[in-house]
């Protein structure tokens, strides 16, 4: 199996992060084993997380002054990438976990808050943390709803303002961590009478798993990621009060979508996906791979000229990928956001092509059940159907970021029913923040 120094500069990395790096792939092989039972039973993989607990895990990117690691973006992003090398499901999940914590973090940081905003914010972050930190809490964020993107128009689940608090009424698609979690992290629209649904009004708010009104229905069984446990989360008049706010009135829509970058972290479980099918490639034809007979398959010209072409496509996607995440930060370039939209595509798409042709080299072994390359191949497929960063969107995205100036985007022809919400626009009346 591959390690850091493999694919990344070291010299680069701070020392407390390359720690983390190498801790994950000692434990990974242990993932690697209980992924097959996850895979088969659709499962949740509950050890794995009691293990990323223990080391200190679910708080990378929680700021050291409320005692997590304080890790940016970027290298919360490497550690995604090594736990996917080992069991996709688990970072899969593993991220939705940390976005809300990112979501605490970078949204409060970002320098078009006013000191209101940040006086209000910062109780509601404390007490995520606080959960995160001392609770060992593990949250979820449903966000995907039926029938549309999710940054393509207000979100269908709905809060209405009662005495005390609001009440929440919708269904939550594609709920990863369903039943598994501690929290979920819901975003949903203020509703008004006589007023059609707006981005503006959108609401964040945290609620326990045991609240009234709150049910997992349907089952999981899809084609890959089945660890996920991505079922149906139906809030049937669940009330919130003020101390529920994930983040005041007003702060998602002000800050989200001028963070680009957070919407791009589904990508490390793909990379890791990714090297994991190269890795066990390189494994099989060398004799290596733990269980099988030590058979050296090197000296068959197709089968090392299909490993220089995995490595060709692997290299420079990892290297892109790496670049765009180091980048990473509110209200960033037009240059830096199209990299990220370029990185997100290659790292999704890259992952299949590399997996299927790890299948087609190593053979007819690597289609049973009993080795992991089937399992990995059809869980490279999902990424690129992802939301809010599927394939498609990206392709669009890049070719309106390439042929049309910044003050031209809202005019750029497209798919009006399309997600073109979330799509890059510049710094704004913020300009002076762009740094």
Not at 41 to 62: I, R, W
Not at 205 to 215: M, N, Q, R, S, T
Not at 290 to 296: K, L, R, S, W
């Amino acid at each position: 199996m591959s390690t850091p120094a493999d694919y990344y500069d070291l010299d680069r990395i701070r020392p407390e992060v390359l720690a983390v790096l190498n801790r994950i792939n000692e434990m990974g092989p242990k993932f690697a084993e209980r992924a097959f039972g996850i895979d088969f039973d659709a499962s949740f993989p509950t050890e794995n997380y009691k293990d990323l607990a223990a080391e200190g895990f679910m708080t990378l990117t929680v700021p050291t002054e409320f005692g997590g690691h304080g890790f940016s973006l970027g290298e919360y992003a490497m550690v995604g990438a090594e736990i996917g090398k080992y069991c996709g499901a688990t970072a899969l999940t593993f991220n939705m976990h940390n976005s809300s914590m990112m979501w605490s973090r970078f949204m409060y940081e970002m320098p078009n808050l006013t000191d209101e905003d940040r006086a209000a914010f910062g109780p509601l972050r404390e007490r995520q943390f606080r959960r995160a930190v001392e609770e060992q809490g593990i949250y979820s964020q449903p966000i995907s709803e039926a029938g549309q993107n999710w940054t393509s128009k207000p979100a269908q689940t709905e809060c209405r303002k009662v005495d005390g608090g609001w009440v929440i009424k919708g269904v939550k698609k594609f709920a990863s961590l369903a039943g598994y979690c501690d929290y979920y992290n819901i975003v949903c629209t203020e509703r008004f009478e006589g007023i059609e649904p707006r981005h503006e009004d959108t609401m964040n708010f945290v609620i326990h798993k045991d609240a009234p009104g709150l049910e997992v229905r349907g089952e999981w069984d899809p084609l890959g990621m089945r660890g996920t446990n991505s079922r149906d989360l139906i809030l049937n008049d669940v009330f919130v009060s003020e101390d529920d706010l994930m983040m005041p009135r007003g702060i998602f829509i002000k800050t989200l979508p001028y963070y680009p970058h957070i919407m791009a972290t589904l990508s490390p479980t793909y990379m890791g996906v990714a090297q994991a099918a190269f890795d066990f490639t390189v494994d099989y034809l060398r004799g290596d791979l733990p269980g099988q007979p030590p058979i050296d398959r090197r000296m068959f010209t197709t089968k090392r000229l299909a490993v220089s072409k995995m490595y060709a496509r692997l290299a420079p996607v990892r290297a892109l990928w790496w670049q765009a995440f180091s980048e990473a930060k509110g209200f960033p370039t037009q240059a830096q956001t199209l990299r990220m939209y370029a990185a997100q595509y290659n790292v999704m798409e890259a992952a299949q092509e590399i997996a299927a042709l790890a299948i087609r080299t190593c053979g007819g072994q690597a289609m049973l059940k009993t080795l992991p390359l089937e399992r990995i191949y059809r869980d490279s497929r999902c990424g690129a159907l992802m939301l809010p960063y599927t394939s498609e969107i990206m392709e669009d995205y890049m070719s309106v970021l390439t042929l049309y100036d910044e003050d031209e985007l809202d005019g750029a022809p497209g798919d009006e029913h399309g997600a073109r919400t979330s799509l890059y626009r510049g710094a704004g009346d913020y300009q002076e923040f762009a740094g």
